[in-house]
C-alpha cells in the first residue's frame, strides 16, 4: 500500500527515500488532496439542494465537516512553518467548504426539529455548531493492543445507544441531569467483544461524552470498573475496527460494507489513528461516488435486516433515508466525514515532506 502519511514510520520514511521519490509522492499527494476537495464539494453541493429532506445523521457528517475543518484551519494558521506544504488558494478553498459544511447544517436544522421532534429533543446536542471541534493530536496504534476474534452479529441495538447518549445530555426517560451515567449503559458502551456497527457505537459514545463536558463521570466510571483508561478504550475498540475495515478491504469492498468502512475511517480519523488513511483505501470511496448529483447510492439495508447475536431481529427508530435520484442520506454523510479526515492527513503528509531536506 502507498501511504498517504508515514503511518507506522515517519523517520524511517524520511531516511530512507530518496529526494526524488519525496517530490513525486508529494505531487500525487496533491492531486489526491485535489480530488478529495472536489469530492466533498460536489457532496455538500447536494446536501444544499436536499437540506429541507435531511435527517440528524446527515447533519452530524456536516457538523463534522464543519468542525474537522475549523480546527485543522486554526493548526495551519497558528503554526505558518507547518502550512509550508500548503498552497494559499488550497487553505482558501478548505475555508470556503468549512462555511458551506456549517451553512447546510443551519438551513436543515429546524426541519429535522420540525419532522423529528424528538429525536431531535434527544439528542439534538451533536448537531450544534461548534460540537465536532475535537482536536485529538496524530497517532499510531500500539502493537500490543489486541484484537479479539472478529464474529458477525451487532450486539448493541441502536436504541440502546441512544438512550445512553441521553445520559449524557440530561435528555433521558429516567433523568434530566446531564452526565448521569447508569451503570447499564456504562457497560453496554464500553464492554469488549463488539464487532461492525457495535464498535462504532461505542467509539461514538466516548467521543460524545468527552465533548460534551462528561469526562470526570466518566472516568469516575472507569476508576470504579478498574478498566483500562479511556484512552486505552478508544485505542482498543478502534483497533478491532481496522482489523474490521482491513478484511473489507481483502473482500473488495462489498457494497453492503461500504457504509460500515467509510464510518470507521470518520469516527477513528477524528481521534488521531492514522492507519486507517492510504491511497488504495482513499481511491475506492471516491469511486463510489455519484458522478452526475455528488452524492452515495448503494443498496438499501434497514436496521430490521442487521443480524443480532442473539438472533432478534431490531427495529430501528430511524433508517436510512433514501433522497432523490436515488441517493442514501446515511452513506452519503459518512463518506463526507470520512473524507475529511483524509484532508487532514494528506495535509500532515505534505507538511511532513515540505520540512524534509531534499
Known sequence: MRYLAAFFAWVLLVSAVSSASLVSNANDSLVLLTKTLDAIEFALNFFHQEHQNLNLDAVIGTRMIE???????????????????????????????QKVAGLVSDEALPY?????????????????????????????MSPEVKVWRYKEGELLREQKSDDCLAEFFGTGKKSKEQCKISD??????????????????????????????????MLMKNLLKRQKSIKELQEQICKNMLNEAVIIAKNGFPQRKQDLFMEQAALCGILGYREFFTSDWLEPILSWQDEVFGCYRGELVFESEVKLRDGVKSRRKREERPLS?????????????????????????????AATPI
Open 67 to 97: 468542525g474537522q475543518f475549523k480546527v485543522l484551519l486554526q493548526h495551519l494558521k497558528s503554526h505558518p512553518s507547518k502550512g509550508t506544504g500548503v498552497s494559499a488558494p488550497t487553505i482558501s478553498r478548505i475555508e470556503r467548504l
Open 184 to 217: 447499564e449503559c456504562w457497560d453496554f458502551m464500553t464492554s469488549p467483544g463488539y464487532s461492525a456497527y457495535s464498535l462504532s457505537h461505542q467509539v461514538f459514545y466516548l467521543e460524545i461524552g468527552t465533548q460534551f463536558g462528561c469526562y470526570a463521570q
Open 112 to 140: 429535522i426539529a420540525t419532522f423529528t421532534p424528538r429525536y431531535y429533543e434527544e439528542i439534538g446536542p451533536l448537531i450544534q455548531g461548534g460540537f465536532w471541534e475535537m482536536d485529538y493530536p496524530s497517532r499510531d
Open 325 to 353: 435520484h436515488g441517493c442514501l442520506c446515511h452513506r452519503t454523510t459518512v463518506a463526507l466525514a470520512a473524507l475529511g479526515q483524509y484532508v487532514r492527513f494528506i495535509i500532515e503528509y505534505l507538511q511532513l515532506m
